[in-house]
Every structure is written in structure tokens, then in C-alpha cells.
């Protein structure tokens, strides 16, 4: 198990510095790169599957802290897979807005058009304008989405540590006081994550109404 653990790590380690460089790739290449990541994202997850499996098979004094460090190699890989598809939706909305003022660029217009009345300078820049609408309620909808999936994947994880930690207390022999701190503890954690959540959605909506 270990070799695996630690050869997953490293594949971790390996994508989050790829990550950094997707800003920096030309537009022919990115979507190479990111395929290439979400192949190694993939290929992660399968071996956190065989992890999971080693873990459950480890002697009871080893299994715990086994569980957890494989939960954490999850969590880990989970924002990484997060971050990506936010960075596709920023450059999907980038590409649709650049070909909109392409076409816009190369319409032609003849002096009889009516619809020409209005000068070429004004109409160029209210469409930038919608445009940088646009994009800021994009940009602010993938950060809001995001902060969920994340919000979510915590929660899963908070809710399974929370599990093995009663179960190692209850090995332990703890007393019903520090379970009870511990359980409490756990409920404010999930009153925190969902008071997040619906404050997300609410900004959310404010931008997406006013801006609208």
C-alpha cells in the first residue's frame, strides 16, 4: 500500500504544478493539455479505488490512519478536478465572446443601410460592454460553482473523518464527554458549511439579478 500511496501522491503533486501552466499555453495547445490532465485525473481516482481496498485490509491498529490519508489524497484530487472545469468554462466563454466580435468585425455595412444610423464607434463599444457583462457574471457563476462543489466535497469529507473519529474513540475507550465535543463540534462545522453555501447562492442571485 505504501508504494501506491506514495506513487499516487506524487501523480497529484505532478498535476497540480500542470495546472499552473494552463494560464501560460497558447489556445492551440490547451486543449491538449487539458486532456492530458483529465486522463491523470481519471487514472488517480482508479487508484484511490485500490487504495480504499488496501486500507480496509490493513491490521486495526493501521487501518484508521490508512482510511484518512487515502480520504485526504480524494479531497485533494477532487478540488484539482473543480479547478479544471472551471478553468474550461472560463475559456469556453472567452472563445464564444471572441468569435462574436470576429463576426461582428467582418459584417459589412453598406450607406444606405438604416440601420447603420447609429455610429460605428458607439455600436463597438456597447457590444464590448455586454460583453465584459457577460463574462463578469461568467466568471463570477464558475467561482460561485466552484465554491459549492467545494463546500460539498468538505462536507463529505468532514462527515467520513467525523466517522472514523468515533470509531477510533470508541477503540480508544474516550469518554462520553469528548464524544459529545466531538459530535458538536461535527454540527457546527455543518451549520458553518451550510450558512456558506446559502450565502453563495444569495450573492449569486443578487449579481445575477442586477447585473441581468
Known amino acids: 500500500m505504501e508504494t501506491l500511496y506514495h506513487q499516487t501522491n506524487k501523480q497529484i503533486q505532478e498535476v497540480q504544478s500542470y495546472m499552473g501552466d ?125 465554491i459549492l462543489n467545494g463546500l460539498r466535497d468538505q462536507r463529505s469529507t468532514l462527515k467520513g473523518t467525523h466517522k472514523k473519529m468515533l470509531d477510533v474513540a470508541n477503540m480508544l475507550g474516550l469518554s462520553n464527554t469528548v464524544m459529545r465535543l466531538i459530535e458538536r463540534r461535527a454540527t457546527t462545522d455543518k451549520l458553518i458549511m451550510v450558512g456558506g453555501m446559502l450565502a453563495t447562492c444569495v450573492f449569486m442571485f443578487l449579481v445575477v439579478r442586477y447585473l441581468g
Open 22 to 146: 494552463l494560464e501560460k499555453t497558447d489556445r492551440e495547445s490547451v486543449h491538449l493539455l487539458e486532456n492530458e490532465l483529465l486522463a491523470r485525473i481519471d487514472q488517480i481516482f482508479t487508484q484511490l479505488e485500490r487504495l480504499e481496498i488496501l486500507a480496509s485490509k490493513e491490521p486495526p491498529n493501521r487501518r484508521q490512519n490508512a482510511k484518512v490519508r487515502v480520504d485526504q489524497l480524494k479531497y485533494d484530487v477532487q478540488h484539482l478536478r473543480t479547478a479544471l472545469q472551471n478553468f474550461q468554462h472560463r475559456r469556453y466563454a472567452r472563445e464564444a465572446q471572441d468569435r462574436e466580435r470576429e463576426e461582428l468585425m467582418s459584417r459589412t455595412f453598406t450607406t444606405n443601410d438604416a440601420d447603420t444610423s447609429i455610429p460605428m464607434d458607439e455600436t463597438l463599444q456597447l457590444n464590448s460592454n455586454l460583453h465584459n457583462a457577460h463574462r463578469g457574471m461568467d466568471d463570477i457563476l464558475c467561482s460561485g460553482s466552484g
